[in-house]
């Protein structure tokens, strides 16, 4: 359960045990207690913005615990399609979620069902509700991925870069956890720039796939195999995902651009007639 991690050029050692501590003789993981504070904060973050974009934080909230659940169902079910040999032997072993196999694009594409289905139950702005919660899945990804850091999982090929990681005394390999996290950090940062003076709902959604996609693609070819779960051959399911949604990204910014560009000009008119 302990892993050495270090960045030798930078002069960084860390023994680091992936028990946090025990309740009644169960282990608590530091992974889960990552996932939870990056859940909270993401959707205190969210339903803290919800105001300003006319929608009741309640509401927030209630598609943030429900997505919670279903994005742990899809992200199980993502993984284990993907990676059949899981259960082929017990099916049973699908719950056994806690000895690892979630996969996050599952656990994205849940929660956006959820939420669409959510808001359409309640008679909310779709668009609008995705453009909030995109915002809390940028936070929740990036400090979601120091899980992996204290797992001593998910990172790349050898390297000889300043920021090397090295575990249990191997060579240095690509954090890629850490690119992740920063990658998602960086389109957070640009989306707080841009969001108030983007009038046209859907956009910011629309830039959060582009973005994601577009950093995913990058980093997933960079993964050790034993972290790829391959749709054929060589090529890895994410990385097909993450192509789709670098096409979606785009068409949704070009046609929402569009779309409010009409509307300016019916409006124009409108004016001018009156």
């Known amino acids: 359960m302990k892993h050495n991690i270090a960045f030798p050029k930078l002069g960084l050692d860390f023994e680091i045990n992936r028990i946090a501590f025990s309740v009644f003789g169960k282990p608590i993981y530091w992974y889960a207690i990552i996932i939870v504070t990056g859940f ?3 959707a205190a973050f969210v339903a803290r913005s919800a105001k ?3 929608i009741n934080p309640e509401n927030i909230w209630d ?3 429900y997505g919670l659940v279903f994005g742990l169902v899809g992200a199980r079910i993502y993984y284990v399609i993907f990676d059949f040999d899981t259960i082929r032997d017990n099916f049973w072993n699908i719950f056994k979620v806690w000895e690892g196999g979630l996969a996050i694009y599952g656990a994205i594409i849940a929660a956006v069902i959820t939420a669409y289905v959510y808001s359409k139950r309640h008679k ?3 668009l609008r509700i995705f453009d909030l919660c995109c915002q809390g899945l940028f936070i929740g990804q990036s400090i979601g991925r120091w899980g992996n850091f204290v797992n001593a999982e998910v990172y790349g090929g050898e390297t000889s870069l300043l920021w090397g990681m090295s575990i249990d005394g191997a060579n240095p390999v690509h954090p890629l956890f ?5 990658w998602n950090a960086l389109g957070f940062i640009i989306v707080l720039f841009i969001r108030d003076r983007i009038k046209t709902d859907g956009k910011v959604f629309s830039f959060y796939i582009l973005w994601y996609s577009f950093g995913r693609l990058l980093l997933e070819g960079m ?3 034993e972290y790829i779960l391959y749709l054929a051959g060589n090529v890895g399911i994410s990385q097909v995902v993450a192509g789709i949604g670098i096409l979606v990204g785009i068409s949704g910014l070009v046609f929402l651009g569009k779309r409010s560009q009409r509307v300016e000009v019916s409006d124009n008119e409108t004016e001018s007639q009156n």
């Open 40 to 42: 909270l904060l993401a």
């Open 178 to 182: 850490l690119y992740e996290s920063l």
């Open 52 to 54: 300003k974009r006319g």
């Open 124 to 126: 909310l702005p779709v």
């Open 63 to 65: 598609i943030a615990l």
């Open 223 to 225: 993964r050790q195999s």
